[in-house]
């Protein structure tokens, strides 16, 4: 296999693996936390992107720099919310939004 037929691999590998993580994230109560919502956020983001770039590999898409460099600004977006988010639940003492754990646990 040449490395571009590893890309593609190692790619095709990753979108799954985090598209599947968004659908069986999108079936938990993501919506009622901060953290949550900033996570699912993100996490549809980097599906987006690496999807589109797998499409993009194996498909000549026209203008994809476009809307990868959208994309791209939008996955800033979402990992500064979810660094956001995390602060204030970390400075509210709400440790257990993030773990699950209904008990804060400071």
């Known amino acids: 296999m040449s490395l571009d037929d590893w890309?593609?691999?190692?790619?095709?590998?990753a979108a799954?693996?985090?598209t599947v993580f968004v659908l069986l994230y999108a079936t938990f109560p993501w919506w009622r936390f901060f953290f949550g919502r900033a996570l699912?956020?993100?996490a549809m983001i980097l599906a987006t992107i690496l999807d589109l770039f797998l499409v993009a590999r194996v498909w000549?898409?026209?203008r994809n720099d476009?809307?990868?460099?959208v994309l791209y600004g939008l996955l800033a977006i979402g990992i500064?919310?979810?660094t956001a988010a995390f602060m204030v639940v970390k400075a509210r003492g709400r440790a257990g939004q993030v773990s699950g754990n209904h008990q804060d646990i400071r």
Not at 7 to 13: D, E, P, W
Request: glycine share 8%; proline share 0%; charged share 15%.
């Open 7 to 13: 890309r593609t691999l190692t790619l095709g590998s």
């Open 16 to 18: 799954v693996g985090q």
């Open 40 to 42: 699912f956020y993100k």
């Open 60 to 62: 000549d898409v026209l």
């Open 66 to 69: 476009v809307f990868f460099v």
């Open 80 to 82: 500064w919310w979810q």
